[in-house]
């Protein structure tokens, strides 16, 4: 069978062939340390698996309405409320089979051929390449270490054409954990409004934050803004619901009717009694959060010095997310060598920052326990010094 030509123009995900080469080593028998999955090593909190299973038990097992449960719809709409000062209501949501397929689920119904999208890199893996499969065009507008990979508003303002339809805006960002001031929003959200373009913002890690650093949603500059405003969000990272597949969307009216369209032609809804899941992880107490927030940041203060004290390597401090974009250029290695002889030599998985539009650079996750960061940058270490 001749293979359809959108699908010859999209790459693997890097990360999820790292993140499976790593698992089957250790499937194996081999000792590997993996810091490649941007996957929480917790456990789901007991009361959200407790109220998946009170769903189950009374009968939550059937075909639910496309864009979601309502209850789970209602509370979104609270929680972008309460949490994020958006006045969203349940018709503005979209519970989809997660955050990265509200994400497809967008490109597709809001993309035509020859659009652009704007992506700021390092950018997550996946941005560029929904974008293709909508028949647009990603825009990549390369970012540096010195200005904290960020696009600047005059970044943004020259890379916007007429055929500009979106701009993608993560913060705390994966792969950086760049975390965007007020400020900064306030003045990327100017550009935008002077402009016809709307932006999708990935809010996926909100809660995983440091050192006082808060999150502003950018739809809630302004009122005008939070019309131009689309909301990606989920329950993977802050919960520990990875394998849960439970995301969503918030957008205009005829935006989510759309999605919900094309989702009742695709995946028709989200599991029934995982979403029952998500209502516990919205409505309960959120110490559990704090709690993985607290662990992720003492990882960070014993991962950063050690990778800063690598001759040959360094890292920015990240206010956000769970990872370290570490600077390889010293070492010699195109990324992707630099991962795989890591792996195959000193049995350490990371993911190649070619896979982020940023070569010589790599991405550590330190979302693992404190035991498996240790023995990974012992040996990371001794691969780096062995190179020098």
Known sequence: MELANRVRQVTPSMTLEISAKAKAMRAAGIDVCSFSAGEPDFDTPAHIKEAA?????????????????????????????????????????????????????????????????????????????????????????????????????????????????????????????????????????????????YVVSDEIYEKILYDGAKHLSIGAISPEMFERTIISNGFAKAYAMTGWRVGYLAGSNELIQSMTTLQSQSTSNVCTFAQYGAIAALDQPQGCVEAMRRAFEERRSYILPRVNNIPGLSAAKPNGAFYLYVDIESVGLPSLEFCSTLLDEKHVAAIPGIAFGKESTVRISYATDLDTIQRGMDRLEAFVQSRL
């Not at 309405?65 to 209850?71: D, F, S």
């Not at 949501?93 to 689920?105: A, D, E, F, Q, R």
């Not at 809001?110 to 890199?121: K, L, Q, Y």
């Open 53 to 197: 299973k009170q769903a189950l038990d009374s009968g939550k097992t059937r075909y639910g309405p496309a864009a979601g449960e309502p209850a789970l719809r209602t509370a979104i709409a609270h929680k972008l409320q309460r949490d994020n000062n958006l006045s969203y209501e349940a018709g503005n949501i979209i519970v989809t089979n997660g955050g990265k397929h509200s994400l497809y689920s967008l490109m597709m119904v809001a993309i035509n051929p020859g659009d652009e999208v704007i992506i700021p890199s390092p950018y997550w893996v996946s941005y560029p390449e929904m974008i293709k499969l909508a028949g647009g065009n990603p825009v990549i507008i390369p970012t540096t270490a010195e200005a904290g990979y960020k696009i600047t508003p005059a970044q943004l303002q020259a890379a916007i054409t007429k055929n500009t339809k979106l701009f993608i805006l993560n913060s705390p960002s994966n792969p950086t954990g760049t975390v965007y001031t007020p400020d900064e929003l306030d003045a990327l959200a100017q550009v935008i409004l002077s402009t016809d373009i």
